[in-house]
């Protein structure tokens, strides 16, 4: 699996139906409709996530490895 950036990851979160519910400094938190589960993504220009903290993301967010 390649990692991708915190920005390429909230346009993914974005195009599954989650909504940009508020940032804090450089997080984007998200949250989507119809459930309690709140994703938080760090933004931190281009720089690519940690791989551990990507698969915790896309495992919350029902996003398969094929989608990256």
Not at 25 to 41: D, E, N, P
């Amino acid at each position: 699996m390649k990692a991708i950036s915190g920005k390429k990851m909230c346009k993914l979160l974005e195009s599954k139906g989650w909504k940009l519910a508020r940032v804090t400094g450089s997080h984007c938190i998200y949250s989507s409709q119809g459930s309690k589960i709140r994703i938080t993504v760090p933004v931190h220009g281009n720089q690519d996530l940690k791989i551990g903290l990507q698969k915790f993301i896309m495992k919350l967010a029902n996003i398969r490895v094929e989608e990256l």
